[in-house]
């Protein structure tokens, strides 16, 4: 089953988290599209190669949630926004309070008083499986994702709410902003000929690349009979983060050696693998690139922007010296 962009033509687009990593890919996209593209963030956002109508608001303040969704009356939404840190200390209890849990609640019940053909809230692999043991989440960040995934479902279930969560895995690629996540933290240090701190290393995970993570935000967008349902975007392939740092050093032919266990491992880290055959029966997406070829593509981009600092870097340098 083939999804295509241009089935979202005539409709209204609404792109919460616009200054994230998985937003703005997924707006360049969708404005490839004959559709109208809308983007909510908290933060200005400077650019993105296409244009869509930017909105900026906090949407833990209801009144704020209300007052978009009633001017944009949006046919399909794609609810990113989060804050999307994986740490344990207790200072990230309340911004993931606010940030994942608030924003979902207030986004669907503003969506629901108007009105709406789907809504995609952003699931992660962080959450917890329900089992016949107690369910503990593991940080902030996954209570937070799910209890926004457990309204969700109750959205539909009592307000009939056409939600769908989709539960996204672990993603990388070119453009992701937060440079401590593994894959850019370990691609920076050694363009800088500098020894990346790791954990063990050992923990397992499921890797899954930007741009095939936005095609199946789009086919869950589309797909249907899924309301109230969750599909997993992932690869269906456990690598352990140690086998993916080993493969970036070779990739880029450095002689510099990670320092594993120089650092802890993460307590009560869960390893969880996509359901990719049920997701692929539900909504008709499966993930196209290799681990090895998205990471190259992801190394080819930092290596571009490496360049194009270094450049900026000199010419700075140069305009310095000359004006002492």
């Known amino acids: 089953m083939v999804r295509s962009i241009d089935r979202f033509s005539g409709q209204r687009i609404l792109v919460t988290g616009g200054t994230g990593f998985i937003g703005p890919h997924l707006c360049n996209a969708l404005c490839k599209s004959f559709a109208e593209i809308h983007v909510v963030s ?14 900026q608001g906090d949407l833990s303040e209801i009144t704020t949630a209300r007052r978009l969704l009633q001017i944009i009356r949006p046919d399909v939404i794609f609810h990113l926004a989060g804050y999307a840190v994986g740490g344990r200390g207790l200072e990230f209890v309340l911004p993931t309070f606010h ?33 016949t043991e107690d369910v503990i989440p593991s940080s902030p960040y996954a209570v937070g994702k799910w209890a926004s995934s457990a309204y969700a479902r109750m959205f539909n279930r009592l307000y009939n709410t056409p939600v769908v969560i989709a539960r996204i895995f672990m ?4 453009g992701e902003p937060n440079s401590n996540k593994i894959i850019p933290y370990v691609i920076n240090s050694l363009l800088h000929g500098e020894s990346p701190k790791i954990s063990s290393g050992t923990r397992e995970v499921d890797w899954i690349y930007i741009d095939d ?29 140690r086998k993916v740092v080993e493969t970036l050093v070779k990739i880029m032919g450095s002689n510099v050696q990670p320092l ?11 390893v969880l693998i996509a359901h ?13 690139t290799s681990l090895k070829q998205g990471l190259k593509y992801t190394v080819n981009w930092h ?5 194009n600092d270094k450049v900026l870097r000199n010419e700075v340098y140069e305009a310095k010296r000359v004006d002492e």
Not at 42 to 55: D, G, Q
Not at 171 to 174: F, I, K, L, S, W
Not at 260 to 270: L, N
């Open 99 to 131: 940030s994942n849990i608030a924003t979902t609640v207030n986004l669907l019940t503003a969506a629901t008083e108007i009105g709406c053909n789907r809504i995609v809230v952003a699931g992660s692999m962080e959450e917890p499986v329900a089992s």
């Open 42 to 55: 908290r933060k200005v956002i400077s650019t993105f190669e296409t244009r869509p109508r930017i909105w």
């Open 260 to 270: 594993f266990g120089s650092i802890p491992d993460r307590p009560m880290e869960q």
């Open 171 to 174: 993603t990388y690629g070119p």
């Open 276 to 288: 990719t055959e049920i997701t692929r029966e539900k909504i008709g997406w499966k993930p196209k």
């Open 303 to 307: 290596i571009k922007q490496f360049a």
């Open 213 to 241: 993570l936005v095609d199946g935000l789009i086919h869950t967008a589309q797909a249907q009979n899924v309301e109230g349902c969750t599909v997993d975007l992932g690869s269906g392939r456990l690598v352990s983060i």
